[in-house]
């Protein structure tokens, strides 16, 4: 993705059951892709985000970590 940004919509007729939060069907989010995962998080931590603990995708087998979205300014 480099300087570019890339906007990704995703719309499949029959998804696969994913009941679980944050990723189940149906629920709107957004995604960022960084470049050090640990900094990212480190940084969220010292802002008072609350957030799940990082994992792996078991459909995909990258990382991610979920977030509540706050009313909040940082």
Same mark, same amino acid.
């Given at each position: 993705?480099?300087?570019?940004? &890339?906007? #990704? =919509?995703? +719309?499949?007729?029959?998804?696969?059951?994913?009941?679980?939060?944050? @990723?189940?069907?149906?629920?709107?989010?957004?995604?960022?892709?960084?470049?050090?995962?640990?900094?990212? &998080?480190? #940084? =969220?931590? +010292?802002?008072?985000?609350?957030?799940?603990?990082?994992?792996?995708? @078991?459909?995909?087998?990258?990382?991610?970590?979920?977030?509540?979205?706050?009313?909040?300014?940082?």
């Amino acid at each position: 993705m480099g300087d570019t940004y &890339v906007v #990704e =919509l995703f +719309s499949f007729p029959n998804p696969p059951a994913r009941p679980s939060y944050p @990723e189940a069907a149906g629920l709107r989010h957004l995604a960022f892709e960084v470049n050090n995962l640990a900094s990212a &998080v480190s #940084e =969220l931590d +010292s802002k008072g985000v609350k957030r799940e603990p990082i994992r792996t995708d @078991e459909y995909t087998d990258r990382w991610l970590l979920g977030m509540e979205a706050q009313e909040h300014e940082y």
